[in-house]
């Protein structure tokens, strides 16, 4: 007997606004361990980067999920992409990356740049799996001393 299993909550995406803001530090908070998580400060200086962009994945009509991205002289940068637990595996990340890279490539952004912990195993095969590739081992990255993976991606 094959057990149905029911179709995956719709995602929409759109804009970050500044009404989302606690929801996206929570999501933040609840994404990351409290060494690696964001500070309410952090986050809104990443939100304000010059170059930088929020896309915020919806289901139902809460969020599920954001991405952060920036960029500066031809190159675009990752700076967070968080999905709530309950949305994960719903290719809500892969959604949030593919219309990130879309807009960076309309201006004009031919690589992608991130930093990912060295044992955070389900992330780093999430970017292996979209096409970007380890640059070298950034050491101490991360406060609590872990190492980072410098990650890069060249878009067609």
């Known amino acids: 007997m094959s057990r149905i299993h029911p179709s995956p909550t719709k995602i929409s995406l759109r804009n970050y606004t500044p009404e989302d803001f606690e929801t996206l530090y929570t999501i933040d908070q609840q994404s990351f361990e409290p060494a690696i998580a964001y500070s309410r400060g952090q986050l809104r200086?990443?939100?304000?980067?010059?170059?930088?962009?929020?896309?915020?994945?919806?289901?139902?009509?809460?969020?599920?999920?954001?991405?952060?991205?920036?960029h500066e002289r031809g190159v675009g940068?990752?700076?967070?992409?968080?999905?709530?637990?309950?949305?994960?595996?719903?290719?809500?990340?892969?959604?949030?990356?593919?219309?990130?890279?879309?807009?960076?490539?309309?201006?004009?952004?031919?690589?992608?740049?991130?930093?990912?912990?060295?044992?955070?195993?389900?992330?780093?095969?999430?970017?292996?799996?979209?096409?970007?590739r380890d640059r070298g081992i950034i050491k101490g990255y991360y406060p609590n001393g872990r190492d980072a993976f410098s990650m890069s991606k060249l878009l067609a």
Not at 107 to 125: C, K, P, Q
Request: proline residues 1%.
């Open 45 to 70: 200086e990443y939100l304000r980067l010059e170059g930088g962009e929020c896309i915020v994945a919806e289901a139902g009509g809460d969020i599920a999920g954001f991405i952060v991205t920036a």
């Open 77 to 132: 940068y990752v700076v967070t992409i968080d999905v709530l637990p309950g949305y994960r595996q719903q290719s809500v990340g892969t959604k949030l990356l593919a219309e990130a890279e879309v807009r960076l490539a309309a201006n004009g952004i031919r690589t992608i740049e991130l930093e990912t912990a060295t044992d955070n195993v389900s992330a780093i095969a999430f970017w292996r799996k979209h096409g970007y």
